[in-house]
């Protein structure tokens, strides 16, 4: 079964400070992994996935995730934070269910606050 | 945008009386799923489809049933709201594919009184 943890329920930056929000995970297969974004009132948006092509992977709004196996891990990165960087993040680990379906289960999330 | 709806967007209810939570999309695809989301829980699955009639149940399934009668509609049922389904509603879609992402509704905040 997979499952995710997720360190640090809140972290909080200065604008121009590295952001590094902290995942690993435990999966029986060989994991396809996701960072989400969600800002206040709204839906989850894709950062970036990871899906075995590449262990580095650059995600949208400047933000990469590395995977490392022997690390069992998935942290995201963003070398410079901005205030509009102020949001939830949740990594997600996907498995096979029936009918091809791929359900995802979710870390319980990291608000990040970016502070002037 | 990825061509989801939910409906509606907010809705107040009483304990004990039914409600029915609607996830309408735009783009075909044949996965759909339904997400609860509580502070401290990050999303728990509620129940997935993978076709027309093809549902099954998620983690946190007791008291929800769904359906799926066409390919664009997933429908979210409580028979008999309780105050502990307090909560927001996320429903997603997803293309084919193991590698494919899922896309998110904008969510339907419930709260049962």
């Known amino acids: 079964a997979q499952s995710v943890t997720q360190l640090g329920s809140h972290v909080s930056v200065s604008e121009g400070a590295l952001v590094l929000l902290r995942c690993n995970y435990s999966?029986?297969?060989?994991?396809?992994l996701f960072w989400y974004v969600q800002y206040p009132n709204q839906g989850l948006q894709l950062l970036l996935k990871?899906?075995?092509?590449?262990?580095l992977v650059k995600g949208i709004n400047g933000f990469e995730a590395e995977f490392k196996k022997s690390e069992t891990s998935f942290h995201l990165t963003k070398p410079s934070a901005h205030m509009s960087d102020a949001a939830e993040y949740f990594c997600?680990?996907?498995?096979?269910?029936?009918?091809?379906?791929?359900?995802?289960?979710f870390g319980k999330g990291t608000k990040l606050t970016v502070n002037p | 945008d990825a061509g989801i709806t939910q409906s509606p967007r907010h809705k107040v209810t009483e304990t004990g009386t039914p409600v029915t939570l609607r996830c309408h999309q735009t783009?075909?695809?044949?996965?759909m799923y339904w997400y609860r989301q509580d502070p401290g829980h990050g999303l728990r699955l509620i129940h997935y489809?993978?076709?027309?009639?093809?549902?099954d149940k998620g983690e946190v399934s007791d008291g929800y049933s769904v359906s799926r009668s066409k390919t664009e509609d997933f429908l979210l049922t409580l028979e008999s709201a309780t105050s502990s389904q307090t909560s927001v509603y996320f429903c997603?879609?997803?293309?084919?594919?193991?590698?494919?992402?899922?896309?998110f509704g904008p969510g339907t905040r419930l709260t049962v009184t």
């Open positions: 783009e075909n695809h044949r996965y």
């Open positions: 489809s993978y076709g027309v009639k093809d549902t």
């Open positions: 990871y899906t075995s092509a590449a262990t």
């Open positions: 999966s029986s297969v060989p994991p396809y």
């Open positions: 997603a879609i997803r293309p084919r594919g193991p590698t494919s992402e899922q896309y």
């Open positions: 997600a680990v996907s498995g096979p269910e029936r009918g091809g379906s791929e359900k995802l289960v």
